[in-house]
T-cell receptor, first 114, second 111 residues
Framework: AQSVAQPEDQVNVAEGNPLTVKCTYS??????LFWYVQYPNRGLQFLLK??????LVKGSYGFEAEFNKSQTSFHLKKPSALVSDSALYFC????????????FGTGTRLTVIP | DSGVTQTPKHLITATGQRVTLRCSPR?????VYWYQQSLDQGLQFLIQ???????AKGNILERFSAQQFPDLHSELNLSSLELGDSALYFC??????????FGPGTRLLVL
């Protein structure tokens, strides 16, 4: 069975500092991993994905994520946080058993402090 | 803007009632997915349609059903509504197995 875990419900970071939002996964076979962001009263916006290839994936708004197979992690990172990055972030893994639906983590609320 | 549209944005109804949520996928996307987001259950996959046919089912209650029409828009029908059905319902679309793009959601409140 596929699953993802986001161990931190809340992450606070000062504006201009680097940020990391953690995600670990459990899948059978090669994972398809995703990060989405949800702003208040908005839908989920796609940030980036890892399918295969380079372990460092670059995405929208300056975000990147590093796939680490040995640690089964896919942490989201940004070198310099902006106040506008404050939102709810979801890690997801795609079902590899035939359907293509996503299994989401519980979400991490990122607050960037001015 | 993802290109996925959902109507209505908000819906308030009473227990026991039936509602229909509508989703129009991005142009060219054949797959439509429905997800439910609630405080206690998080984001959960409900059902997927591909080019008019049901492709996968997740944690969808028997009181809920969906369909995808020839023009590829989809409807999610929720019946015999209970207080616990109050949630944000998202539709997403994709080109076969590619990235899913989400609509803005329909917020359902059952009183």
């Amino acid at each position: 069975a596929q699953s993802v875990a986001q161990p931190e419900d809340q992450v606070n970071v000062a504006e201009g500092n680097p940020l990391t939002v953690k995600c670990t996964y459990s899948v059978s076979g090669n994972p398809y991993l995703f990060w989405y962001v949800q702003y208040p009263n908005r839908g989920l916006q796609f940030l980036l994905k890892y399918i295969t290839g380079d372990n460092l994936v670059k995405g929208s708004y300056g975000f990147e994520a590093e796939f680490n197979k040995s640690q089964t992690s896919f942490h989201l990172k940004k070198p310099s946080a902006l106040v506008s990055d404050s939102a709810l972030y979801f890690c997801a893994v795609r079902d590899r058993t035939g359907a293509n639906n996503l299994f989401f983590g519980t979400g991490t609320r990122l607050t960037v402090i001015p | 803007d993802s290109g996925v549209t959902q109507t209505p944005k908000h819906l308030i109804t009473a227990t026991g009632q039936r509602v229909t949520l509508r989703c129009s996928p991005r142009s060219g996307d054949l797959s439509v997915y429905w997800y439910q987001q609630s405080l206690d259950q998080g984001l959960q996959f409900l059902i997927q349609y591909y080019n008019g046919e049901e492709r996968a089912k997740g944690n969808i209650l028997e009181r809920f059903s969906a369909q995808q029409f020839p023009d590829l828009h989809s409807e999610l029908n929720l019946s015999s509504l209970e207080l616990g059905d109050s949630a944000l319902y998202f539709c997403a679309s994709s080109v076969v197995e590619e990235t899913q793009y989400f609509g803005p959601g329909t917020r359902l409140l059952v009183l």
